[in-house]
């Protein structure tokens, strides 16, 4: 039922509205200030690296200390690229309600990495606002570009798949 409401009632979607906006220019002051004031990853990473989560059995994720080592550290100049910009896109995509479930998915994978690498923060209330937004689908973006682009696509693009899957059949 609440799921329904979720994503269908346009009540609900003006709520997710004033929560999507919210969230949306949290994701893209954030990464505004750090394309504009210069960021540098290596010093997280290293930090992260150093002092991973831990619990009474030892380190909780391995898999992601690992992850860190081998791949995000020796391409930090990479990640300098993608976290700042990311955020950024994220912010916008969520301000205007466009893509508004991509830009999500992608804010809560941003969440879950930096919390993985041990940084509570304000992630676990974005997390669940996330979820919140990404579970609403459409009725997030109804009130942004989402009603015009959704349908859109629909119309074109994914038209299309759906012929070439008919004909093949």
């Not at 205007?96 to 992608?106: E, Q, R």
Request: proline share 4%; aromatic share 16%; net charge positive.
């Amino acid at each position: 039922m609440f799921n329904q409401f979720l994503r269908e009632n346009k009540i609900s979607a003006a709520l997710l509205t004033l929560l999507r906006v919210y969230l949306g220019y949290a994701w893209m002051t954030a990464g505004w200030g750090k394309i504009t004031g210069g960021f540098d990853a290596a010093g997280f990473l290293k930090g992260s690296i150093a002092n991973p989560v831990a619990g009474p059995d030892g380190i909780v994720y391995g898999w992601y200390v690992s992850f860190l080592e081998g791949v995000a550290l020796p391409n930090v100049d990479l990640f300098n690229f993608l976290v700042p910009w990311g955020e950024f896109l994220v912010g916008l995509g969520l301000i205007l309600g466009c893509f508004t479930s991509v830009a999500m998915f992608f804010g809560l994978v941003m969440n879950f990495s930096f919390m993985l690498a041990g940084t509570v923060s304000h992630n676990p209330t974005d997390i669940l606002m996330g979820v919140i937004i990404l579970t609403a689908g459409f009725n997030a973006g109804r009130y942004g570009l989402d009603y015009y682009v959704v349908p859109f696509l629909r119309k074109t693009v994914f038209k299309k798949g759906a012929d070439l899957l008919q004909q093949k059949a």
